[in-house]
């Protein structure tokens, strides 16, 4: 489902502005997200160790350098489980859902370039406000929860950050926004690990950074 926040007309060459789509569908195979889950879990400290200090930074989240948030430059989710027929299953339906939002939105589908990373949060941890980049080739970002979650996603006007748009975490639920938009999410409160995908995709032909750890995507 599309959804569109306009601003009005302005009414002089001063007055604010903004034009922002949010692309929301859901992937429904629940066992197929339980599965990505578990896998998930099981294989975050291995991840973490393989690539830990090499990323630098949590991408603003507040989840820290110790997390797998943080080794997001340094791993494609994609990739690391690419013998898991469940994650190709699931990939090729995030390309089609990013058909659909183009068709709708009237516009070009482009070659992209992808990287996807997992976030794990436990009881207690927020993800704070960030965006995922508001660079001259920035396009789009996503993210894809895996269990109904009691927390949800919040995403801010970049006029007016106090303008947001709510959306609640829910198994397979996916939203597609501009990559410049800041975003957070409330603090986890639930016992078991709050487990979301998240991802960039960039139109090859512009991108301008290290492709090492993309994959193809609508290619």
């Given at each position: 489902?599309?959804?569109?926040?306009?601003?009005?007309?302005?009414?002089?060459?001063?007055?604010?502005?903004?034009?922002?789509?949010?692309?929301?569908?859901?992937?429904?195979?629940?066992?197929?997200?339980?599965?990505?889950?578990?896998?998930?879990i099981s294989n975050?400290?291995?991840?973490?160790?393989?690539?830990?200090?090499?990323?630098?930074?949590?991408?603003?989240?507040?989840?820290?350098?110790?997390?797998?948030?943080?080794?997001?430059?340094?791993?494609?989710l994609f990739k690391?489980?690419?013998?898991?027929?469940?994650?190709?299953?699931?990939?090729?339906?995030?390309?089609?859902?990013?058909?659909?939002?183009?068709?709708?939105?009237?516009?070009?589908?482009?070659?992209?370039?992808?990287?996807?990373?997992?976030?794990?949060?436990?009881?207690?941890?927020?993800?704070?406000?960030?965006?995922?980049?508001?660079?001259?080739?920035?396009?789009?970002?996503?993210?894809?929860?895996?269990?109904?979650?009691?927390?949800?996603?919040?995403?801010?006007?970049?006029?007016?950050?106090?303008?947001?748009?709510?959306?609640?975490?829910?198994?397979?639920?996916?939203?597609?926004?501009?990559?410049?938009?800041?975003?957070?999410?409330?603090?986890?409160?639930?016992?078991?690990?709050?487990?979301?995908?998240a991802f960039d995709?960039?139109?090859?032909?512009?991108?301008?950074?290290?492709?090492?750890?993309?994959?193809?995507?609508?290619?």
């Amino acid at each position: 489902m599309l959804q569109i926040h306009k601003s009005m007309h302005p009414m002089n060459e001063f007055a604010p502005t903004w034009n922002i789509p949010l692309w929301f569908d859901k992937y429904e195979n629940t066992a197929d997200l339980n599965t990505m889950r578990e896998w998930i879990i099981s294989n975050e400290q291995n991840i973490i160790a393989t690539h830990k200090g090499k990323s630098g930074d949590d991408g603003g989240t507040g989840l820290g350098k110790e997390s797998l948030t943080a080794q997001y430059k340094s791993f494609n989710l994609f990739k690391e489980a690419k013998d898991v027929s469940v994650f190709n299953t699931l990939f090729n339906w995030l390309q089609q859902s990013y058909i659909n939002f183009m068709d709708e939105y009237k516009t070009q589908p482009r070659k992209c370039i992808m990287f996807c990373w997992a976030n794990v949060l436990r009881k207690d941890q927020p993800i704070d406000i960030h965006c995922h980049g508001a660079k001259h080739f920035s396009y789009l970002s996503g993210n894809l929860h895996l269990e109904d979650y009691s927390t949800q996603t919040v995403y801010h006007n970049p006029v007016n950050p106090r303008m947001v748009y709510e959306t609640k975490n829910v198994a397979g639920g996916l939203t597609l926004f501009p990559s410049y938009i800041f975003h957070q999410a409330d603090t986890h409160k639930g016992e078991k690990e709050r487990v979301s995908m998240a991802f960039d995709l960039f139109d090859t032909g512009f991108y301008e950074g290290d492709r090492t750890n993309g994959i193809e995507f609508n290619a």
